[in-house]
C-alpha cells in the first residue's frame, strides 16, 4: 500500500499508455479535430491523372498525377503515389514521390517514404520516416515571392567585365 491509500497496481495519471488490465492498448491516432473524411479512395484502386478534393480525402490506392484538396490529404500505409500534393494539411504513412504543399501543416508518420520537396508552415516527422528532399518552412506564396527578386550587390559601373574584381594600384603595394 502506497502513501494515501493508493493502489501501486492502478495506472497513475502521468503513464503516457492506456491501460486494459495491464495491458498496453493501441489508440487510434485523429485525423482532424473538426473535420470528417469525405472521399476515400481504397486499396486495390488505381487512378492516373488531376485528383481535385473540395473537403478532405483518404487514399490508399495507386495514384499518378496531381492532388489538391481544400482540406486534408491523408496518406495510408497501403498507398502508393507518384503525384504532385497541394492541400491545407498532409498527413503520409504510405509511399510518395513527388512534392507536397501544405498551408498549414505536413506530418509524416511511421512507416511512412516521401521522395520529394515539402513547402509548409508547421512540419512534424516521426520516428522510423524516410524523407529524401528538401524543406521550405513557409507558406507557398511567401516562397515564390522570395525566389522573384533579383538584388545586384554591386552597381553596374563597380562591376568589372571580367570574373576579376578591379582594385585601385595604391592597394596593391
Sequence with gaps: MALFGRD??????????PF?????????EPVAADEAVQAHLGKGSRVEGKLVFEG???LD???????????SVI??????????IVANTVVLKGKVVGDIVARKRVELRAPGKLTGNITTPSLVIHEGVFFEGHCAMG??????ERTEKKVALFPKEERGAGSAA???SEAVK
Design 75 to 84: 496518406i495510408g500505409e497501403a498507398a502508393v503515389i507518384n503525384a504532385q
Design 139 to 144: 507558406a507557398a506564396d511567401a516562397r515564390s
Design 8 to 17: 501501486e497496481k492502478a495506472p497513475r495519471p502521468d503513464d503516457t499508455k
Design 61 to 71: 490506392g495507386i495514384i499518378n498525377g496531381e492532388i489538391e484538396a481544400q482540406e
Design 166 to 168: 578591379r582594385v585601385p
Design 56 to 58: 478532405s480525402v483518404r
Design 20 to 28: 486494459v488490465t495491464g495491458t498496453p492498448v493501441r489508440v487510434p
